[in-house]
Structure formats: structure tokens, C-alpha cells
């Protein structure tokens, strides 16, 4: 008698192992189509004849769902047994579809975690729970969230599993921890830098004042008390002088500008019409010398820090005293209104929440290609010797504007008055 | 009319030059010697032997060695022997801090130090017209 399989020729042979590749092929493709929800149910030819097998979740969508999901998916049974997985859940775990199925879920979980899992795995049959463990996924481990909820389905109850791989959410928080801790460090930096900058020009300030003082005083005892000096040195002692009084109100300006770096948020109410009372009481024997007059319409109180404001008011209206034209008596008007939104092309509006602030003079103006010159430290558009100052006014004002969350703008031509816009909130959020 | 006794505590050269030259021509006051800082200034009140001779105005500089104006000014305002005396403080610089420290500690005044004859007079007119 021959027994089967020995003495099987080397043609049958091949032919079973076509026949048995052709089947594994079917198999496989029958798999891919359950897979990807092409076939609901499927006819098997077995031995009692033909069974038509429908699939328990014959919901097409969400079986297409579910497998195409970038989230791992698994069913366990009530023993922890991986019934069904998702082709994305074997790649996380490395491992091909048809070598985890029938394994205990546990063995994907990292050992440290073990406690952690057993603990979901108790919960989750009362309610719905949720947690992270580590993933064993060949050499290395990756965090996942895992979604447990049970599903009753005919045989029973099983657990469904979703596993959301926290890696990159991880790095991210990590990234972030990190920036965290940098842009504290450069934080702390620029304060201290900061801070010594602050007490640079404080110190300068103060020390350079003094020999300041000295010259002026030796300058003016040397001018009174020698009547026998040429007029030619007279006239230089008088320029020692005119150079020191500068160069204190430079110092002073410099001193002023670095102190608007200090964190001074002291706001209060300030009602602008008081303001400009004020300041036409400071520079009344300049109007009256130059002939000026300040026309204010109705301003309205504002939340600001008054020292300041008061600061940016007066270095606007010292500029259009200063910059007046020969033999035209100055006229400065002073408007205001209220705007919905910050933007200089903002339309009036009741009770919009900005102010814009207009100071109109008709003095000699510049060219409105120098707008942004006019607000940085130490420019000047004009010669000392026809017009003093120290090129510091308008930066403190922008400062002071930015400083109050404000904008602040000029408008002019060569000649014809210029305009400087000012725009502050009406309150300050205070941080 | 009876003279001021003016006693100034200061360590610059200059500036007590400045103040004798200024000053010592006025008829209303007497100049007391210059003191060179805060220290030697409570040594010279402690030093004095009856009450007569306590001065009627205190100018301290505020940048001294040893012991600056505002410190004087704090021991002299603890001491019922000086605290009724006037103290005004000068300084090259007086910003809005100094003179709050200064008025706060009991200064009846505070003050930029003058660049002129004409300022250092002024100075002592003001003091005169705060303290009485």
C-alpha cells in the first residue's frame, strides 16, 4: 500500500502548493475585503455545504472607519484575550495582524504599567474609563491614551479599546516645557539687563551732573569777576556756558527716557482738559512772548498714567512753540473724538473705546518723509542754532503712547504746520 | 535783629567754597564752620555745651561719605536735642524720589544745588520762607 504522502509526485506536489497559495491568496483577500467593509457577509463552503457567515458588525462605515482610523483599535474578551485588532494596533505594537489575535491584551503593556492596566481593566467593565500606559512596541515603548468601553455583543460582553499614541503630543509638551524654561531664562535676563541699564543711566545721569554744575558755576565766577576779559573771551565763556545748560537738559531728557523702561503701571482718571490748563500755565510766558494762542475743544478723562500723559502733551506743544515761523503769531488746536477701532483711518463713533487725539499747529512743518525720523532717539530735522532742544521730546511721547497700548503719528508738509494724532484706549487692562 | 546760625554739612572742596563766598557777605546770618559729612556734623551738635549754641538751619548734602544727607536727617529727627531744628537737604540732582524721602523724614525742604551767586542767595531765602 502506498501511503499518501512519500511517494507523491513531484508534479502533484507542486500542484498542492499552488492550490494551497491560490487559497491562502482567497483567504487573504477575503480578510482585505471584510477589512475594508467591500463584503459583509461571505458563503464557506463546509462540510455540511454552503454556510453564509454575516459579520456581527456588519456596519459597513464604521468597520471602514475603525480599520482606517489612525487610532489603535482592539476588542478583548472578558479573559483580556485580543479578539479582533486593527491593522493599526499591530503596527503599533510591530507585531503582523495574525500574531496578536488570541494573545492576552498584558503582554503589549509595558511591565511598569501592569498595575495601571489591571486596575482599567477592572473599572472598565462599571464605566467607561480612560489612562496612559507605555505600549511595548518591539525594543521601544511608546505612551498611549487607552479609551476602555464595553460592548454587548451576542455571545456576551467584550471590551473595546481605543489607543491614541501619545508620542508626538508628548514631545510636543516636552517642547513646550523646554521653551517654558528658555523664555524664562531670557526673561530674567532682560530684566537684569534691564534693570543695570536703568541704574547705568541713573548713576550716569546723577555723577555726570555734577562737574556739570562746576563748570557752569567757575564759568560764570570767571565772567563776573574779571571786567578786564576781551570780548572775544567773553563771548567764549558765554558758549562754555549755553554748551553745559544743553548738556544738563540732555542728561536730565536722557535720565527721563530710561526711567519710561521701569515697570511704572500707575493709572489713574485724568481729564485731559486739566491737562492742557495746566500746560498753558507752564509755557505762559512763551505763549505770551511768541504771541501764541491754544485753542482746545472739549477732551474727554481717560485712564492713563497723568505724569506721563502730561509728559506727551507738554513735549507736543514746547515743539509747535519751538518750530514757528518768523513773524507769524503760532496758533495750536487741540481736538478730540472718539473712535471704535485703532487706526488713524478710523471713522468717528459714539461710543467707540479710543481716543484720537489731534494737535494742529501752523508752524514750519517737515516732510512727511521723515515721520519716523522725528520719533527716534536724538533726531533732528533742524540745526540747533535755529532751534534748541535735545531730540528727545517726541521718543519719550511715543514711548509713553505705546506704553498706554496708543499709537501716535504726525502730518506734514515742508512749510505748512504739521499735525501730530495721538491714539489712546479710554482704559487700561491692567496685567 | 538777631542773626541765623546756618550749620552745612558738606564734603565737597568746591561746593563749601562756594558757600562761604556766596554767602558770607549777608548781614542775616552767621556761617557756622563747615562740617565735612553727616558724622561730623552730629559730633559737632553733641560737642556743643549749652543749648544757645545750637544752630537755627541744618543744610545737609545729600551725597556725603560716611553718612549721606538723608541718614543725618533721620538721626537728627530721632533726637529730641535737633529734631525741632529746620533741615533742608540740597543735592545736585533732586529727583521726584528725593525730595518724597526727604519731606516723608521730616526735611522742611529740598533742593537744587545753585550754579550762581544769585541761586545760592535765593536758596537760603527759600529756606528761611519755609522754615520761618
Keep these: 500500500m502506498r501511503t499518501e504522502h512519500p511517494n507523491k509526485t513531484n508534479e502533484e506536489l507542486l500542484a498542492e502548493l499552488e492550490e494551497l497559495r491560490y487559497q491562502l491568496h482567497e483567504a487573504t483577500e477575503t480578510i482585505e475585503a471584510i477589512r475594508t467593509g467591500q463584503v459583509d457577509a461571505l458563503v464557506v463552503h463546509g462540510n455540511n455545504g454552503h454556510q453564509v457567515y454575516t459579520l456581527k458588525s456588519a456596519d459597513q462605515t464604521y468597520r471602514v472607519f475603525i480599520e482606517k482610523m489612525t487610532e489603535g483599535a482592539v476588542t478583548l474578551n472578558q479573559e483580556g484575550l485580543i479578539l479582533y485588532a486593527n491593522s493599526q494596533f499591530a503596527s503599533m505594537v510591530g507585531c503582523s495582524l495574525s500574531d496578536v489575535i488570541g494573545l492576552p491584551f498584558q503582554n503589549f503593556v509595558a511591565a511598569e504599567n501592569a498595575p495601571r492596566y489591571n486596575q482599567l481593566f477592572v473599572q472598565c467593565w462599571k464605566e467607561d474609563c480612560k489612562g ?55 526673561n530674567r535676563a532682560l530684566e537684569t539687563s534691564n534693570h543695570d541699564l536703568q541704574q547705568f543711566a541713573s548713576i550716569a545721569s546723577h555723577d555726570l551732573q555734577e562737574p556739570l554744575r562746576k563748570i557752569t558755576i567757575f564759568s560764570n565766577l570767571l565772567k563776573e569777576r574779571n ?58 510766558l512763551l505763549i505770551a512772548e511768541k504771541g501764541a494762542t491754544i485753542r482746545c475743544g472739549e477732551l474727554p ?79 533732528r530735522l533742524n540745526s540747533k542754532d535755529k532751534y534748541e532742544g535735545t531730540g528727545i521730546g517726541l521718543a519719550i511721547a511715543k514711548k509713553i503712547v505705546e506704553k498706554h497700548n496708543g499709537l501716535i503719528n504726525a502730518v506734514s508738509k515742508e512749510g505748512e504746520g504739521s499735525e501730530f494724532q495721538i491714539i489712546l484706549p479710554f482704559t487700561q487692562n491692567l496685567v | 535783629m538777631v542773626k541765623r546760625k546756618i550749620l552745612i554739612a558738606e564734603d565737597d572742596a ?67 536735642r535737633f529734631s525741632h531744628i529746620p533741615v533742608m537737604i540740597y543735592s545736585t540732582f533732586t529727583d521726584e524720589n528725593l525730595i518724597q524721602c526727604g519731606t516723608e523724614s521730616g526735611a522742611c525742604l529740598v533742593f537744587p544745588k545753585p550754579v550762581s551767586k544769585e541761586g545760592y542767595n535765593k536758596m537760603l531765602d527759600a529756606l528761611f520762607a519755609t522754615a520761618g
Design chain 2, 14 to 80: 568746591d561746593d563749601q567754597q562756594f558757600f562761604s563766598d556766596f554767602l558770607q557777605l549777608r548781614t542775616d546770618v552767621v556761617l557756622l564752620p563747615i562740617v565735612e559729612n553727616g558724622e561730623e556734623l552730629l559730633k559737632a551738635l553733641n560737642n556743643l555745651s549749652c543749648e544757645n549754641d545750637l544752630p537755627h538751619y541744618i543744610i545737609l548734602d545729600q551725597n556725603m561719605p560716611r553718612k549721606n544727607g538723608l541718614q543725618t536727617l533721620q538721626t537728627l529727627k530721632d533726637d529730641e
Design chain 1, 301 to 379: 478723562t481717560l485712564v492713563a498714567n497723568k505724569g506721563q500723559i502730561r509728559q506727551v502733551f507738554q513735549n507736543i506743544v514746547s515743539n509747535a512753540l519751538k518750530f514757528t515761523k518768523p513773524g507769524i503769531n503760532p496758533v495750536i488746536a487741540v481736538k478730540a473724538k472718539r473712535i471704535g477701532e485703532k487706526s488713524f483711518a478710523a471713522a468717528e463713533q459714539k461710543d467707540g473705546t479710543y481716543i484720537l487725539l489731534c494737535f494742529k499747529d501752523n508752524g514750519i512743518g517737515f516732510g512727511q518723509q521723515y515721520v519716523q525720523h522725528i520719533f527716534s532717539l536724538f533726531e
Design chain 1, 132 to 186: 496612559e500606559v507605555l505600549l511595548i512596541a518591539g525594543k521601544d515603548k511608546t505612551p498611549v491614551q487607552l479609551s476602555l468601553t464595553t460592548l454587548a455583543l451576542e455571545e456576551g460582553v467584550s471590551l473595546s479599546i481605543i489607543l491614541t499614541d501619545l508620542t508626538a503630543q508628548k514631545r510636543a509638551q516636552q517642547q513646550l516645557h523646554e521653551n517654558n524654561i528658555k523664555l524664562e531664562e531670557s
Design chain 1, 227 to 284: 571786567e578786564a576779559l576781551s570780548p572775544e573771551a567773553k563771548k567764549y565763556l558765554e558758549k562754555i556756558i549755553e554748551s553745559s545748560s544743553r548738556m544738563k537738559t540732555l542728561i536730565i531728557d536722557i535720565l527721563n527716557y530710561s526711567k519710561l523702561s521701569a515697570n511704572d503701571y500707575t493709572f489713574e482718571q485724568v481729564d485731559l482738559n486739566k491737562i492742557v490748563t495746566d500746560i498753558k500755565e507752564d509755557f505762559e
